[in-house]
């Protein structure tokens, strides 16, 4: 018990009907209570059970068996060739990703959603960003691409991924675009993926190349270009 008096906060009603009785004495009959001290200590005990605690952290993804608070904690903390292992359903800000990772799900299902919306995209640098397992949302990115790829790859595997462009003033604007390919840059859509690309006055898909190591793989999968100015370019 706290204090050896108070086992949780059930025992309030107890604690306060000795207060009520003890203050209904006179002050004589309480001068003859010997174990006031018993009472005092109790409603002490109970005013600390009381006292609001700090919650507990909730802990979106995991890397090496490290939990992060947030998936861009995650994401800055993962090395080169690293898993991200969701732990539920999250958002994440604009990322300038660098190494290669995977942001991954529970196997076989795409019930944990990474909500992308309202940032300035996703920038792939010379690396692979793998997304696995899940659901990724990205709308209205105020960028001129929702998902840039330079002398890299996006790899869809087992995933769902959406991609809606924002509203713009000038319709006759040339960006956004859904996902821009510089150089070297593969799109991989596997095992059951889909990605559904909409509304975007300029291309779903494009390359600006200067090799021609660059393209496309949709295997087993599905790719839907719904309301953009053309499906793929380059």
Known sequence: KARGYVCDVTDEPAVQAARDAYDALTA??????TNYAVLTSAEAALAELKEP???????????????????DAAIAAAEDGAIIQLLSSC?????????????QGPANTTDIVVDFSNCNG????????????CTVQMTGIQSGYTIQVSNGGLTLDHALV?????VYSNPDNNF????????????????GSELTIEGYSSNAISWDNNTDDYGINIIDSKFVSNGNRSGFTG
């Open 91 to 103: 958002s994440a800000g604009p990322q300038g990703i660098n190494k290669s990772i995977t942001i």
């Open 162 to 166: 959406s991609m809606k462009s924002p």
């Open 176 to 191: 956004p675009q859904g996902i821009y390919g510089i150089n070297q840059s593969i799109i991989n859509i596997l095992n």
């Open 28 to 33: 004589e009959q309480q001068a003859l209570v």
């Open 122 to 133: 996703i920038n792939i640098t010379g690396c692979t960003l793998t997304f696995k397992d």
């Open 53 to 71: 605690t700090d919650p507990a952290p909730v802990y979106v993804a995991k890397v090496d068996g490290v939990p992060y608070e947030s998936l």
